[in-house]
Nanobody
Framework: QLQLVESGGGLVQPGGSLKLSCSASGVTLDNYAIGWFRQAPGREREGVSCIASEGTSLNYLDSVKGRFTVSRDNAKKTVYLQMNNLKPEDTAVYYC????????????????????WGQGTQVTVSS
């Protein structure tokens, strides 16, 4: 059974950076696509980024393009979300999620397509 744990969240000033980690236990991540999602208070969950099993990555939100980068290290069973030039509107609980449909080759922006979820990590951007 795949289990995911996020870490790296915290309080950062606007313009700062954070690197979130999504660490897996139970099985390897080689055949899983990993998505990053976030949910701000009073708002629906939204897909932020995804990285497929073979390494293809994409950002779903125009607001994070050029600022967020997702990467993976299968040997460490960890996926990262590097967030630069953070803005107050990035404040949210960030979740990672995994699925292995089509050997993880496909990224989905809907959380409904992911089967395993972490508990989330809070990111607060404020001066």
């Amino acid at each position: 059974q795949l289990q995911l744990v996020e870490s790296g969240g915290g309080l950062v000033q606007p313009g700062g950076s954070l690197k979130l980690s999504c660490s897996a236990s139970g099985v390897t991540l080689d055949n899983y696509a990993i998505g990053w999602f976030r949910q701000a208070p009073g708002r629906e969950r939204e897909g932020v980024s995804c990285i497929a099993s073979e390494g293809t990555s994409l950002n779903y939100l125009d607001s994070v393009k050029g600022r967020f980068t997702v990467s993976r290290d299968n040997a460490k069973k960890t996926v990262y979300l590097q967030m630069n030039n953070l803005k107050p509107e990035d404040t949210a609980v960030y979740y990672c999620a995994a699925h292995n449909r089509f050997v993880g080759y496909v990224c989905y922006d809907s959380g409904n397509n992911y089967d395993y979820w972490g508990q989330g990590t809070q990111v607060t951007v404020s001066s």
